[in-house]
């Protein structure tokens, strides 16, 4: 497919589990982005790599979160010791341009 | 701080026009950018503002003004498929990280 693919496409985890969600960005865009977003709220912005410079990582809410860009590709969102308030839709985001960003379907992440 | 508003709901009639109004306080800005996201879709991009004044894509047009840190979305002939959330969201940087507002969750009635 041509687009931004996110998995798993669901995620239920127990409290104090670690869990990882993985995003494929378009083929050659050089950004990507991590967002979360609440039930009924905007996006949260978590973190942002852009080609071989440091990833923006300003918006990580706790240290137990952390992402991972191997190869200029592929991104992974890790989150250590999960919390019941980290449940919500985790989205990817790629971008090849200045302005529009392409998202993914999410990772909906409930911790029990 | 950095924070976006936005109305939270707006009900409209097919073929009516609406505007959703956004007003920003940011501590960096490098455009405004409209969202659209469907119930439990992936946001789609919509339109980008970089500098004051109008911007037409089809149906949609998008405004900003820089010195009043406001810009609206124009949604003309409105269909039921346009009920869906959007959302504004300010480039805060030059490396393109998004704030996004709350949502304004539309609704068009036949």
């Known amino acids: 497919g041509a687009g931004v693919s996110q998995s798993p496409s669901n995620k239920v985890t127990e409290k104090g589990k670690d869990v990882e969600l993985r995003c494929d960005p378009i083929s050659g865009h050089t950004a990507l982005y991590w967002y979360r977003q609440s039930l009924g709220q905007g996006l949260e912005f978590l973190i942002y790599f852009q080609g071989n410079s440091a990833p923006d990582k300003s918006g990580l809410p706790s240290d137990r979160f952390s992402a991972e860009r191997t190869g200029g590709s592929v991104s992974t969102l890790t989150i250590q010791r999960t919390q019941q308030e980290d449940s919500a839709v985790y989205l990817c985001?790629?971008?090849?341009?200045?302005?529009?960003?392409?998202f993914g379907p999410g990772t909906r992440l409930t911790v029990l | 701080g950095q924070s976006l508003e936005q109305p939270s709901e707006v009900t409209a009639v097919e073929g009516a026009i609406v505007q959703i109004n956004c007003t920003y306080q940011?501590?960096?800005?490098?455009?405004l950018s409209w969202y659209q996201q469907h119930d439990g879709g992936a946001p789609t991009f919509l339109s980008y503002n970089g500098l004051d004044g109008l911007e037409e894509t089809g149906r949609f047009s998008s405004f900003l003004s820089r010195s009043d840190s406001y810009g609206y979305l124009l949604l003309q002939e409105l269909q039921m498929k346009d009920s869906a959330s959007y959302f504004c969201?300010?480039?805060?940087?030059?490396?393109?990280?998004?704030?996004f507002g709350q949502g304004t969750e539309l609704s068009v009635k036949p």
């Open positions: 969201a300010v480039r805060d940087g030059q490396g393109g990280k998004l704030i």
């Open positions: 985001a790629s971008s090849g341009g200045y302005h529009e960003q392409f």
């Open positions: 940011t501590s960096g800005f490098y455009g």
